[in-house]
């Protein structure tokens, strides 16, 4: 176990029960879970109460561009088969968010934490992780967030010489980079599908040579490493060399990939690929993401896409044309305020599909779509965009924010 099980401290105690009053008194008000404000009170009382919490835990980290909501939900359902877990479920990822997770369990015996990639290094000071899963690193929210190649730089700082266990994707040039400072690191045949963030070297600046699955720098000879897990087809393979399936209710190729990498954490807490890959099956949907819901006598399948890689992957596992296609898109807070990265999606992966546009950036994706040669109409909302779809399954694409009034509307 992590650490020693000491009761919190008089000071941590009043810190989480002021937190969890005031998360209350925002879900009280409707201002959703609460979770983020209560944090921040709480850690403002007691700026060390994330180490108090996490210090009776054995801790996973999960970081990443794309998929670390639905990793940390499979890692969770997966160590539940050797003991209590708390997880910070709903996707909160920065310090308060987490605090409040970690404060509303005490009996848990595994912290399963999601982490916003910019805060990685800092939670992984606090809580001490037995395990860190880095799965991707790609182009996301443009006007705010580091340039790829400087979080990797930041992550490889701020893990240096951890004693966690990473696991790391060994397909991802970044992420290696960012793993290859630590002294313990077990690599997962991931895949790749979006490569347009490392064709250049991150170690170097040279160019990257990608030889089929393969990669490597001609000019350092920096490499990919050999994986000990892989993805292969529907199966994980595990460092003995046995394939073991994967049992998902989740759709599309890269949430066996989010399983292949949750397989191998479950094994460093000693619960095998079997018995990990046969508990995911249980998580149908992660915080209303691959959700089918009833919706004006129509079956809307909901997937959140948020970046160019989040967007390809989604494209990969649409139904194929005539289904219709609402494509949804803001640009609030949440989201970042930039749209540009609309030009780095290929859309016409949507050729043949009746596609309708909504949000509130819906003539920006307009304009995107027309230079893609796509066929599309611009909707006022939701329901306007849904009654010019005939009766069946409509495949809804939304962005952070957008996503979030998808689901206040149809009631999910």
Known sequence: MAGNSDPLTPRAK??????????????????????????????????????????????????????????????????????????NALGANMPAGITSALAGSS????????VDEKYLAGVARDTDPKCIALLNLSRDQLDRAAETRMLAENWREGLAGSKAVIVANADDPLVVWAASSSPNVIWVAAGQMWKDDAWSCPSCGGVMQRPGDDW???????????????????????????????????????????????????????????????????????????????????????????NPAGWLETFSLIDPPPTPVILSVNARGADGTDTSWLWDVDYTRLTGHPICVVGDRKLDLAVRLEVAGQHFQVCENLDQAVQMSPPGRIEVIANYTAFQDLRRRVGN
């Open 216 to 306: 490597f720098c001609g000019e350092c000879g920096f490499r990919r490493p050999t994986p000990s897990w892989a993805l292969s087809g529907d199966h994980v393979l595990d460092p003995h060399g046995s394939a073991w399936p994967i049992h998902l209710q989740l759709p599309g190729r890269a949430n066996k990939a989010n399983a292949a990498s949750s397989a191998a954490v479950a094994a460093v807490f000693g619960v095998p690929p079997q018995v990990a890959l046969e508990r995911m099956y249980q998580v149908q949907a992660v915080a209303g993401r691959y959700d089918v819901v009833q919706f004006m006598e129509r079956d809307l399948r909901l997937l959140l896409a948020k």
């Open 107 to 114: 009996d848990a015996r595994y912290g399963v934490i999601e």
């Open 14 to 87: 009043i810190a989480v029960t002021a937190g969890k009053a005031v998360a209350a008194a925002s879900r009280a008000a409707g201002r959703g879970s609460g979770s983020v404000i209560g944090g921040r009170v709480a850690l403002k009382l007691d700026p060390d109460l994330l180490a108090r919490l996490a210090q009776h835990l054995d801790v996973v980290l999960v970081s990443a561009t794309n998929g670390k909501t639905t990793t940390t939900r499979l890692i969770a359902e997966a160590l539940h088969a050797a003991g209590p877990v708390v997880s």
